[in-house]
């Protein structure tokens, strides 16, 4: 086993001193302003000495083995294991937060998993996992980490995915991006007034990063959209996101459409009705979306894929089950057309199961 790296210390990047003696963080659009000992709005990067360290590099809130459908990624090694872990705190202020015991933490002290990016990568081997997936909370914040865990896995042939929100400056974006072999993009809303006032952001960044991902970058990328009731569900909303996406990313970028249910300070507000996600996502399809999914809700027929051309099934699954394959590479077994993603050889479906695994200092993995 690789020394394991646990400062709490770590030398931070993206980041400039200002001229009244602060530094100001260039990793993110908040751009938060700290004299020496403040930590920024994700509470994980901090002044400490007039340089900035992360505080989180080598620490978690835990592993888990997950089916990759689960980030949502439907196009992306479907069937395969990935190894899914995050760390605290976030650079959004999302009030719906559906992982805020861990993105709001203040409490470093509950990251007691700690492992170097080489041995999370040698887990991730051993588990026969795939992937690795920086999750639960936003990799933006803590990129350093991820980075060096991308490159310790792509090193034993694992690729790296990001879950993330997108909210992260072009500066940044770069080399963030170029070690990630595939994201989630979480499109929260379509709205400035949503960002603004619920999750204490702005939506233009995420645009940008979405369109960055398809143009300059050959990162594969799935997009969720987690529908509110009252808040984001609106017919009208989620036909200007369709046109959006259509006219800037094109028609072959995955959509989720995911079931919201009441979680941190968002309490007021039911569960999706089922319809409201077999609405937007019929909207979708007719917008000229090629792949349109449904998520936290049963329903086989809007968890499996279609080709696009002659509409055979070719992916069945349901909760994360595969039942049926019919791809030969990345192409329909029907008329041959190519299925946009990224395909491996089917090796059977990991299904539903989570394994946790627990890193020990002690112990082999």
């Keep these: 086993m690789a020394n394991e790296q646990q400062t709490a210390d770590y030398p931070g990047r993206w980041w400039h001193p200002t001229e009244d003696g602060k530094i100001m963080c260039d990793l993110c659009p908040r751009a938060c302003v700290m004299k020496d000992g403040d930590r920024g709005f994700c509470f994980v990067r901090k002044n400490e000495g007039n340089q900035m360290v992360l505080t989180t590099y080598g620490k978690s809130t835990g592993f888990c083995v997950d089916p990759v459908e689960k980030k949502p990624l439907n196009h992306f090694l479907p069937g395969s294991s990935i190894l899914s872990f995050g760390t605290a705190g976030c650079n959004l202020g999302c009030q719906f937060c559906q992982n805020w015991s861990i993105s709001k933490s203040r409490e470093i002290e509950m990251l007691s998993e700690k492992a170097s990016p080489e041995r999370i990568a040698e887990a991730a081997a051993k588990l026969g996992c795939k992937s690795v997936a920086f999750t639960y909370n936003d990799p933006v914040i803590w990129a350093e980490y991820a980075i060096d865990t991308a490159k310790a896995c792509h090193e034993r042939g694992i690729k790296a995915v990001a879950v993330t929100a997108g909210y992260i400056t072009p500066e940044a974006r770069p080399e963030f991006y170029s070690v990630m072999d595939a994201a989630n993009v979480d499109l929260k809303a379509f709205t400035e007034i949503f960002y603004k006032q619920l999750t204490l952001s702005h939506l ?66 039911p569960n999706t009705p089922e319809q409201t996600l077999i609405r937007a996502r019929e909207q979708a399809l007719k917008a000229g979306i090629q792949y349109v999914y449904t998520g936290n809700v049963m329903g086989k027929d809007a968890q499996s894929t279609y080709c696009h051309v002659c509409r055979e099934l070719v992916i069945e699954r349901e909760w994360f089950n595969i039942s049926k394959y019919k791809l030969k590479g990345n192409q329909c077994a029907n008329c041959a057309e190519i299925i946009p993603g990224v395909f491996d050889k089917f090796e059977g479906t990991f299904g539903r199961r989570r394994v946790a695994v627990r890193f020990r200092q002690d112990e082999e993995v």
């Design 204 to 269: 233009e960044p995420v645009l940008d990063t979405l369109k960055w991902l398809k143009h300059e970058s050959n990162v594969w990328f799935e997009i969720t959209n987690l529908m509110i009731p009252e808040e984001n569900d609106s017919p009208d909303e989620i036909a200007r996101m369709c046109d959006w996406i259509v006219n800037n990313l094109g028609t072959d970028v995955p959509l989720h459409f995911t079931a919201f249910h009441p979680d941190f300070r968002l309490q007021n507000r």
